[in-house]
């Protein structure tokens, strides 16, 4: 039943899905004007809601309008992007950027920090959109084997720091986002080993069949 | 994957740009780090504003701290506060007995500014200089008179205060060194007191920066 669970029929099920996905550019447009400006203090208010709400909320962002570029621009940046290992060093080198606690404190007072900030924010996500799938399981790991260590080993050094690493946030708040960065940085790599071992398993199921002339 | 390699290595230098200017050249990665790297490097004149405090008459605070005599260690506080405040209290009572001991420390004076100018009365600084038992000779108490001039202060030294949502504050408590002209020369870390109080000997004694 499950199995044979898919998109379409979720469609007719629902039509308000196929609604929101054709709207999806002028709604991701208007979501990020609502993060930009009426939500911007309240998520930049806490260092755990900067980092773990407003940073992801705009990199989902990214990734749809990436996933809304006409097909012939998206080809047009398959050379450049070769396995995706363009896009994933770019997201990679946003993400480490992004962790310099100067970054956080920067963003609240410095208007021109602040609009990289979101700029690479959603260059990081349109390039794990159109990088992902492409990668394959090799590149895919390896990036997530770069990603993931730094940020557990940042989310350690959070929790063991006895100072405030943003003079505009509180220290406890520093604890929580130093925990919640470690437990993200977990989850991320047992869902990805838990889809990984399924798709290999899938693969190895179907190659017989492929392997007959 | 030519043009894929070519762009990765765009990319690695525009990231190890972006991250070398955040950090000085990977020498800071705190504002707090990069606060006290370009007071060192540039010297922050203070701005006008006007303090007042127990035997202190409303003045400028550069007529104050930078009269041309004299070396002045700054810290903020709040009387209320009941953490990093009171080591910082102690930190300047210990300073306070070795300015008193050495004759030659003539020159340099201690002064405490509280950031909660509308909470903390002239009053409230008298009873708190008694309970740290500063000598007026040498420590001072003073409050910001209004609150647009304390944000100015605390803005031009970069001082940032966050309340915790409970009534009181946190802040990136430093000892602050002005020089005779009332310029911000360095931030000294509270654990630097001993170097803090020798380099304000130093510029006191007619030492350079």
């Known amino acids: 039943m499950i199995a044979s669970f898919s998109w379409p029929r979720l469609h007719r099920v629902l039509p308000a899905l196929d609604w929101l996905r054709r709207q999806r550019v002028p709604l991701a447009l208007a979501a990020l004007a609502l993060l930009a400006w009426p939500l911007r203090s309240v998520l930049e208010a806490s260092m755990s809601l900067h980092m ?40 990679a080198l946003v993400l ?51 990603v993931l260590p730094m940020m557990g080993v940042a989310g ?3 929790q063991d720091s006895p100072l405030r690493l943003c003079n505009a946030y509180l220290l406890q708040d520093q604890l929580w986002l130093g925990q919640a960065l470690v437990v993200l940085a977990v989850a991320v790599a047992v869902v990805w080993i838990a889809a990984a071992m399924r798709s290999l398993m899938r693969s190895s199921q179907t190659l017989p069949a492929e392997a007959q002339p | ?11 690695l230098w525009a990231a190890y740009a972006c991250a070398g200017w955040l950090t000085h050249d990977y020498q800071v990665w705190t504002e ?33 701290a930078g009269n041309g005599r004299e070396v002045t260690i700054v810290d903020f506080f709040y ?55 500063a000598d007026p000779a040498w420590w001072r108490f003073v409050r910001v008179t209004d609150a647009a001039a304390t944000q100015r202060l605390l803005a031009d030294l970069r001082v940032v205060v966050v309340p915790n949502g409970r009534g009181d504050f946190e802040h990136n408590a430093a000892l602050l060194v002005l020089d005779a002209q009332g310029r911000l020369v360095r931030v000294f870390d509270l654990s630097e007191q001993q170097l803090a109080l020798d380099y304000a000997r130093h510029l006191a004694e007619g030492g350079r920066l």
């Not at chain 2, 994957?1 to 990319?11: E, H, N, Q």
């Open chain 1, 52 to 91: 773990l709400v407003q940073f992801p909320l705009v990199i989902a962002l990214g990734c749809v309008l990436a996933g809304a570029l006409p097909a012939r621009w998206r080809e047009r940046t398959q050379g450049w992007n070769t396995y995706g290992i363009a896009g994933l060093t770019a997201c």
């Open chain 1, 96 to 146: 480490s950027v992004l962790m310099i606690p100067r970054l956080l404190d920067l963003a609240l007072v410095h208007p021109v920090v602040a609009a990289g900030k979101w700029l690479a924010l959603l260059a990081c996500g349109a390039a794990l959109q159109l990088s992902w799938r492409r990668a394959g399981l090799v590149v895919q790991g390896f990036f997530l084997g770069n």
């Open chain 1, 156 to 158: 350690q050094l959070y």
């Open chain 2, 1 to 11: 994957m030519l043009r894929t390699a070519s762009l990765c290595a765009v990319l």
């Open chain 2, 32 to 64: 707090e780090g990069a606060r006290r790297l370009e007071v060192a490097l540039k010297p922050v004149p203070l701005p006008p504003v006007t303090v007042e405090g127990p035997g202190v008459p409303a003045r400028d605070l550069r007529a104050l």
């Open chain 2, 79 to 133: 009387t209320r506060c009941v953490t990093v405040c009171l080591s910082l209290g102690t930190t300047f009572q210990q300073m306070q007995a070795a300015l008193q001991r050495d004759a030659k420390d003539a020159h340099v004076r201690l002064l405490s500014i509280s950031f909660d100018g509308e909470r903390d009365t002239p009053g409230d600084l008298a009873r708190y200089a008694q309970r740290m038992q």
